[in-house]
């Protein structure tokens, strides 16, 4: 297990772990952006795709890096323009929405999508359909940490997914 990992705080409330004491610390940060560098270094892709919130604080870091375009997913009724939505059901049982702007992608793209933690994968999954929805191809899913569950499995027969910490296969 990866040092910097330890810096996740693992002692709060509401069913997730509060990755920011990561992002927050320069050194681990930048480790951690290197080694997610690693692990889709074999991955073809043109554009980062990251999800609100802190999937598009992550996938900004790796489109830096990578020297790629980096484009948001946001959670629905940010955008203040025309976009295309896809509604799920949260890790909290709640229905939710992400969206994306329609000229955000082409058909053109190669996205690696970025989130910070992937819990069930739907929204994951309802940021692929988006991304589809516009034509572009999936190449990759990356996040810090991947948990079990039967949407990532059915996901990972058709993508790469990829994670410094995989609870799944």
């Not at 990755?19 to 930048?30: C, E, I, K, Q, R």
């Not at 190449?139 to 027969?157: C, F, H, M, N, Q």
């Amino acid at each position: 297990m990866k040092k910097y990992l330890d810096l996740i705080d693992t002692t709060t409330t509401g069913g997730r772990y509060d990755v920011t004491p990561l992002f927050g610390n320069y050194h681990a940060f930048s480790a951690l952006l290197d080694d997610l560098l690693e692990l889709c270094r074999e991955i073809e892709y043109d554009t980062v795709v990251g999800i609100d919130a802190l999937g598009f604080t992550l996938g900004s870091a790796i489109a830096v890096r990578a020297e790629k375009p980096s484009v948001p997913i946001r959670k629905g009724g940010k955008l203040p323009v025309e976009v295309h939505k896809a509604s799920f059901i949260d890790y909290t049982g709640k229905e939710k929405s992400l969206e994306i702007r329609p000229d955000a992608l082409t058909s053109q793209n190669r996205v690696l999508l970025v989130d910070e933690w992937i819990e069930t994968a739907a929204q994951v999954k309802a940021a692929i359909g988006l991304i589809e929805g516009l034509d572009a191809e999936v190449a990759a899913v990356l996040s810090i940490a991947i948990d079990d569950s039967p949407t990532i499995r059915e996901l990972g027969d058709k993508y790469p997914i990829l994670a410094i910490s995989q609870d799944y296969e």
